[in-house]
C-alpha cells in the first residue's frame, strides 16, 4: 500500500493550496480517509475526515469554513483544498487510510502518506 501526498509549499497568509494524496495497493473506495498535520514537537493533529463514499464528511474546529476534503474514487485520490491560509496552518500534513468509518483518531488508520510540507508566512 502506498499513500503519496503532494501540493505542499510556501504561501502567505490568507493564501491557498491544494493538497492530493493519490493511493494505491489498497482498494480505494473502500477505506475511510483522513488529514492530519504535526508540527516538530507535538502530536499528531486531525484535520479533516471524509467517509468511503465521500458522503460525510467531518473538519476540526480549527480549519471548518477554510479547507474542503474530497475525493475521487475513480482517480483513488484524496484531497485537501485549503483556502485563507494562518501561519498557524504551517505544519506537515499527512494523509491516511482507515478501514471502517471515519474517524479523528490517528490510531484508527492502518495506512499513512510520507507528509508534504505546508508552510504559511505572515
Known amino acids: 500500500v502506498q499513500l503519496q501526498a503532494s501540493g505542499g509549499g510556501l504561501v502567505q497568509a490568507g493564501g491557498s493550496l491544494r493538497l492530493s494524496c493519490g493511493a494505491s495497493?489498497?482498494?480505494?473506495?473502500?477505506?475511510?480517509m483522513g488529514w492530519f498535520r504535526q508540527t516538530p514537537g507535538n502530536e499528531r493533529e486531525y484535520v479533516s475526515t471524509?467517509?468511503?463514499?465521500?458522503?460525510?464528511?467531518y473538519y476540526a474546529d480549527s480549519v471548518k469554513g477554510r479547507f474542503t476534503i474530497s475525493r475521487d474514487n475513480d482517480k483513488n485520490t484524496l484531497y485537501l483544498q485549503m483556502n485563507s491560509l494562518k501561519p498557524e496552518d504551517t505544519a506537515v500534513y499527512y494523509c491516511?487510510?482507515?478501514?471502517?468509518?471515519?474517524?479523528?483518531?490517528?490510531?484508527?488508520?492502518?495506512?499513512w502518506g510520507q507528509g508534504t510540507q505546508v508552510t504559511v508566512s505572515s
Open positions: 495497493g489498497l482498494t480505494f473506495s473502500n477505506y475511510a
Open positions: 471524509i467517509s468511503f463514499s465521500g458522503l460525510s464528511i
Open positions: 491516511a487510510a482507515a478501514p471502517g468509518a471515519p474517524s479523528t483518531y490517528w490510531g484508527h488508520y492502518d495506512y
